[in-house]
T-cell receptor, first 114, second 113 residues
Framework: ETGVTQSPTHLIKTRGQQVTLRCSSQ?????VSWYQQALGQGPQFIFQ???????GRGNFPPRFSGLQFPNYSSELNVNALELDDSALYLC?????????????FGPGTRLTVL | AQSVTQLDSHVSVSEGTPVLLRCNYS??????LFWYVQHPNKGLQLLLK??????LVKGINGFEAEFKKSETSFHLTKPSAHMSDAAEYFC???????????FGTGTSLTVIP
């Protein structure tokens, strides 16, 4: 059973650019959640995808968008990057959404915006 | 609205002494509550979760937490700290629909040899 993987591990972008981060969910999991963790802070929920549909969203602007594919892998896209978008982006997969479930987290992608 | 407050940003204990990490929650309905641990340069790992079954929840590595509705608390404890317990700990509340999770700001645990 493979765990949650994320790519790339590190990324440097400049303000105004766009970025795509990728996540492969754990085998058998159909739900993916994305989080932003700024330095010294707890993760902040961005959104969740369940069976290719957005299933919940935190307090993030529309320039944060996502996709989930038929194999349940997922992408996080951020447009018009701002300096404050510099953070560790975490992906978590789980199975089912009828109840809060056990999430398995990936190692994260460290995004630096200059 | 749901939120959690971790009452201590830093906790230091001596090896072999008890650990107490405090968390208070706010929820409009019966919450699901979790504790996660994050070791440096490693991913978040679930320690334990409460989902309206027994109020005393046992987790991995000797940790446990007690859900106290009257106090809106979900404190994490361990009888005897080990050096390997040094890490960042997060208390998390989830919605009853399972589609949103709210993390606390974290408690950094230092274990002194």
């Amino acid at each position: 059973e493979t765990g949650v993987t994320q790519s790339p591990t590190h990324l440097i972008k400049t303000r105004g650019q766009q970025v795509t981060l990728r996540c492969s969910s754990q085998s058998g999991h159909n739900t993916v959640s994305w989080y932003q963790q700024a330095l010294g802070q707890g993760p902040q929920f961005i959104f969740q995808y369940y069976r290719e549909e957005e299933n919940g969203r935190g307090n993030f602007p529309p320039r944060f968008s996502g996709l989930q594919f038929p194999n349940y892998s997922s992408e996080l896209n951020v447009n018009a990057l701002e300096l404050d978008d510099s953070a560790l982006y975490l992906c978590a997969s789980s199975h089912g959404t009828s109840n809060p479930d056990t999430q398995y987290f990936g190692p994260g992608t460290r995004l630096t915006v200059l | 609205a749901q939120s959690v407050t971790q009452l201590d940003s830093h906790v230091s204990v001596s090896e072999g002494t008890p650990v107490l990490l405090r968390c208070n929650y706010s929820s409009s309905y019966s919450p699901s509550l979790f504790w996660y641990v994050q070791h440096p340069n490693k991913g978040l790992q679930l320690l334990l979760k409460y989902t309206s079954a027994a109020t005393l929840v046992k987790g991995i590595n000797g940790f446990e937490a007690e859900f106290k509705k009257s106090e809106t608390s979900f404190h994490l404890t361990k009888p005897s700290a080990h050096m390997s317990d040094a890490a960042e700990y997060f208390c998390v509340v989830g919605t009853n629909t399972g589609n949103q999770f709210y993390f606390g700001t974290g408690t950094s645990l230092t274990v002194i040899p």
